[in-house]
């Protein structure tokens, strides 16, 4: 079978998401990608309609962070409109996603057909969650938080004095 030419820039592969915020399971997909690849390029979507906790800058921010030992390794960028349009913009066509339960299944197959129906180049490579991050999410950490619970465990350091700084914020 003749093999596809290899694209410049596909060492890379983009990780998008919401990232709002950053979790334990986001840091462990993130350090797997790179057992792969060379480089990851997390993007950040940039939702205005959406809700969200932290605004796009400081999730930026907070992801830098918590990725500096990476050096350059790690490019953390946003994007709005297509994530297929993102991938052909920073010429990589792997797109990395985690998957948690069988639930995650239906949405992620979705997105995966309908960004390959989309650009046919496009690949997505699904990496398992580990078994502790299997029941981690943004949205189950952010409730919790809000809610007054301890979510020390689920998420970095910084990211849980960020949250816990932005839960003081909404109760004043
Ligand atoms: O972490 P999330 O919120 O589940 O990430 C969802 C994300 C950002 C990967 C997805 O919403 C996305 O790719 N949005 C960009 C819009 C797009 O390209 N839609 C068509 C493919 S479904």
Redesign the pocket.
Known sequence: MASKKKQSGSQSAIF????DPLTNGHLDIIERTLSIFDKIILAI?NHPEKRSLFSVSEREALIRAETKRFGRRVVVKSFS????DFAKEVRSNVII?GLRAISDYDYEA??AL??KG?YSDIETLFLIAREDNSYIS?SIVKQVALLGGDISKFVPSEVNRAVRAKVRERKR
């Open positions: 998008p998401g919401s990232f979507l409109g297509l994530l297929v996603r979705q997105m309908m960004n989309l943004s």
